[in-house]
């Protein structure tokens, strides 16, 4: 894409979706940020601000119909906005439960439903999800956290192969360990039992929920700049892959991962090989 075309992007407030949001639109392109609070902490005449909670499924659509009256048209949808929930399955409430696959999952459906339309009717589109290599594979103690996000990855698979022919293009950003505070101060827990301490102080090396950090602590990794301006390349380019993997330690991660489900189909009758 060389011309400039118009981004929504959400959970725009920080951390990547900020950073993008900035990216973007020193490339010339106008975006509509959304956040909960409906402020970022960036001011530009390309710049509009919505205020999204991207669990209302009616909410997404009003915003995506705004996004049309102020621009005329939406090229890119970003679905970045989402948390993590650190907590063993038998801990996890049925409210935290409800709540990340409300906005980890079933958030991103939402606007990728309402951007549909427009996008086919244009003929050209980009569906970006912000995924993790917590999509790929699945870590005790982020059960729920891998359930949204392979439920992300599942369904985008599936648009992929569905909206190709008609111009729109998808992408899942699998990312691996990022210099934002997603792991810090951005991180929800589940009440512990006792029970599960001993593997917390194995994986996390603290049993205390939440973790203790210190203000502006980040979880190290590649920075958010960075990861920003890998996404805007692959969106200008005329193809790439559907799996955009990014972020340090992140092709290593999904390498163990794939090779240890590769050694358990290995273990079926069906799937050794023949003789």
């Not at 407030?13 to 609070?37: P, W």
């Not at 589109?125 to 359930?147: E, R």
Request: proline letters at 5%; hydrophobic letters at 45%; glycine letters at 12%.
């Amino acid at each position: 894409m060389t011309t400039a075309n118009t981004w929504f992007i959400t959970g725009a407030s920080s951390g990547l979706g900020l950073s993008l949001t900035q990216r973007v639109l020193a490339a010339g392109h106008r975006v509509v940020a959304t956040s909960r609070r409906g402020a970022l902490p960036v001011q530009h005449p390309s710049l509009t601000v919505l205020r999204l909670h991207p669990a209302d499924r009616g909410e997404c659509r009003r915003a995506v119909e705004e996004v049309y009256e102020v621009a005329g048209r939406l090229d890119v949808l970003v679905n970045n906005a989402g948390y993590g929930l650190v907590g063993a399955v038998e801990e996890v409430s049925e409210e935290q439960a409800r709540a990340i696959l409300d906005v980890d999952l079933l958030g991103p459906l939402w606007l990728t439903q309402a951007v549909l339309p427009l996008m086919r009717a244009q003929g050209r589109g980009h569906i970006v999800q912000i995924s993790s290599t917590g999509g790929v594979g699945a870590m005790p103690m982020l059960g729920l956290y891998n359930a949204a996000k392979w439920g992300l990855e599942a369904f985008t698979e599936s648009l992929a192969g569905e909206v190709r022919s008609m111009g729109v293009r998808a992408t899942l950003v699998e990312i691996g360990a990022m210099d934002t505070q997603w792991a810090t101060s951005g991180m929800q827990f589940s009440a512990p039992l006792p029970g599960y301490d001993e593997l917390r102080q194995r994986l996390f090396g603290t049993s205390v929920v939440p973790w203790p950090s210190e203000p502006g602590a980040t979880g190290g990794g590649s920075t958010p700049e960075a990861i920003a301006e890998a996404i805007l390349a692959h969106v200008n380019a005329e193809e790439g892959p559907l799996r955009l993997v990014l972020g340090e330690g992140a092709a290593d991660q999904i390498r163990m991962v794939l090779d240890q489900r590769q050694r358990d189909y290995a273990l079926q009758p069906g799937f050794q090989a023949e003789s």
